[in-house]
T-cell receptor
Framework: AQSVTQPDIHITVSEGASLELRCNYSYGATPYLFWYVQSPGQGLQLLLKYFSGDTLVQGIKGFEAEFKRSQSSFNLRKPSVHWSDAAEYFC??????????FGKGTRLHILP | DADVTQTPRNRITKTGKRIMLECSQTKGHDRMYWYRQDPGLGLRLIYYSFDVKDINKGEISDGYSVSRQAQAKFSLSLESAIPNQTALYFCATTGDTDTQYFGPGTRLTVL
């Protein structure tokens, strides 16, 4: 069965520091992969997605993610975080039947 | 204007009451979804619909029902609300590429 694991429930980084949020998936075929962000009191906004092709995907707000088939991973990165990046981040995988499965989320805290 | 709207945005109700949450979309998508979000559990799928005549149960459909009144409208009902249905509810739509577009959410509290 398809699944998504985000190993870190909370992550704290200093403003200006680099960020990497981890995501591992389980899926038999080439997956569709997504990262969404949820700011406090808001809905989910798509940051980026991977369907095929270049394994390094650029998204909005300066985020990028790299698909590594050998590691079943799709980690999200940002070179320098801003206080406005404090939010909850969800990794998701397309389950191949018009549904997507979400990870449990990683809450990002930013230190001034 | 937002592509996916949800009403109400907040609702407080009592145990045993019937509640309907509504979702409308202007993206012209056929597929629509209802999720609930609980702290630490991420999003869990309640029901989904591929078109007006196609309704499917998701992971946690017990205690919920849905109605797809038109391509653009998908309602979620709690026939007899209970406290453990207190959660944040999201509607979403998707087109051809599995990318889901979410509404702003409805915060439901059942006392």
């Amino acid at each position: 069965a398809q699944s998504v694991t985000q190993p870190d429930i909370h992550i704290t980084v200093s403003e200006g520091a680099s960020l990497e949020l981890r995501c591992n998936y389980s899926y038999g075929a080439t997956p569709y992969l997504f990262w969404y962000v949820q700011s406090p009191g808001q809905g989910l906004q798509l940051l980026l997605k991977y369907f095929s092709g270049d394994t390094l995907v650029q998204g909005i707000k300066g985020f990028e993610a790299e698909f590594k088939r050998s590691q079943s991973s799709f980690n999200l990165r940002k070179p320098s975080v801003h206080w406005s990046d404090a939010a909850e981040y969800f990794c998701a995988v397309g389950a191949g039947d018009d549904k997507i499965i979400f990870g449990k989320g990683t809450r990002l805290h930013i230190l001034p | 204007d937002a592509d996916v709207t949800q009403t109400p945005r907040n609702r407080i109700t009592k145990t045993g009451k019937r509640i309907m949450l509504e979702c409308s979309q202007t993206k012209g998508h056929d597929r629509m979804y209802w999720y609930r979000q609980d702290p630490g559990l991420g999003l869990r799928l309640i029901y989904y619909s591929f078109d007006v005549k196609d309704i499917n149960k998701g992971e946690i459909s017990d205690g919920y029902s849905v109605s797809r009144q038109a391509q653009a409208k998908f309602s979620l009902s709690l026939e007899s609300a209970i406290p453990n249905q207190t959660a944040l509810y999201f509607c979403a739509t998707t087109g051809d590429t599995d990318t889901q577009y979410f509404g702003p959410g409805t915060r439901l509290t059942v006392l």
